[in-house]
């Protein structure tokens, strides 16, 4: 495989990715979302590796469904069970399963600006299931993928991104790919939870939950180094979508939220299942989005 055909299967990120790619991903998605049958072979004798050096629930679950519904072979790697824990760089582990020879990687980092370095380095297309808090492209595109299905189209849309901007790789793709359609992306956060290398507008939480799409984000307390909140109640009372605040979203809106949930400080209870929700929608569209980017880099 050349090195230009490598670049354009890999998955690294969405702020570089030209917009009729996204639509083609989502597209190829609402394809595989429509199929009647669990499994569609088209990726029998592929041998895929998903090497999570973080842990993670939803994203390694649903790849791992995604690549199984395809066909594929899949190898689960942990961190807490390999080399790793002996010294083992991550490039070097990365290295030694493409020499096993796996066909394709899909990989979780906390490093930020590794996985270019690694993905320029191998010879097999790597798709980015999150590194640090750069980007994390396939929540976007479940969370566009979402989106879409219930608009219809993604240009004009005014969504709101609230929480812990500050350690959000979800909120960075989110931000890059919604430009790309058209759609105005505004944050809500408290001050010590901001980007500012992020150019998006920074609004009060009575205007964010005027917005076409509220996504609440969670509050990445393991990824902040000193306390940046005085008390759980606290941010619910200032940042978290309470049962009062669900009460004045618009009724054509929609409530999402990447997952896990931190249940009563981001969200209420009540509101994770609100008949405006689609937080558990979401989880279901990553499976058909990571069907659709795992056979672009086989294919």
Not at 196 to 201: G, I
Request: net charge neutral; aromatic share 6%; hydrophobic share 40%.
């Amino acid at each position: 495989m050349t090195t230009t055909a490598l670049k354009q299967r890999s998955l690294l990120g969405l702020k570089d990715l030209d917009a009729s790619e996204i639509v083609s991903i989502l597209d190829r998605a609402a394809y595989w979302e429509s199929q009647p049958e669990k499994l569609n072979p088209v990726l029998q004798g592929k041998f895929v590796a998903n090497m999570f050096f973080e842990n993670s629930t939803r994203t390694r679950f649903s790849f791992e469904m995604a690549e199984k519904r395809l066909g594929a072979e899949v190898m689960n790697f942990a961190a807490a069970a390999s080399s790793v824990e002996k010294g083992e760089s991550i490039y070097d582990t990365v290295k030694t399963l493409e020499s096993m020879g796996i066909d394709a990687g899909v990989i979780r980092l906390k490093p930020v600006g590794m996985l270019e370095g690694i993905a320029a380095n191998v010879k097999v297309p790597l798709i980015n299931a999150g590194d640090g808090n750069n980007e994390h492209p396939t929540q976007a595109l479940l969370d566009l993928y979402t989106m879409r299905k219930h608009f219809g189209e993604l240009k004009g849309l005014n969504v709101a991104i609230i929480g812990d901007v500050r350690h959000s790789r979800v909120a960075r793709s989110n931000l890059w790919a919604l430009r790309k359609f058209g759609a105005t992306v505004s944050f809500c956060s408290p001050s010590e939870m901001q980007a500012p290398e992020l150019d998006a507008p920074y609004i009060s939480m009575d205007d964010a939950i005027r917005a076409d799409v509220v996504m609440m984000l969670r509050v990445q307390l393991e990824r902040h180094t000193t306390g940046v909140m005085k008390s759980a109640e606290q941010y619910r009372e200032g940042y978290g979508l309470t049962v009062d605040r669900a009460k004045r979203i618009q009724s054509h809106a929609i409530i999402m939220h990447p997952a896990p949930v931190n249940r009563n400080v981001e969200i209420d209870d009540e509101v994770v299942e609100h008949p405006q929700s689609r937080i558990f929608p979401q989880m279901s569209n990553g499976v058909p989005i990571r069907m659709a980017v795992i056979e672009r880099a086989l294919s």
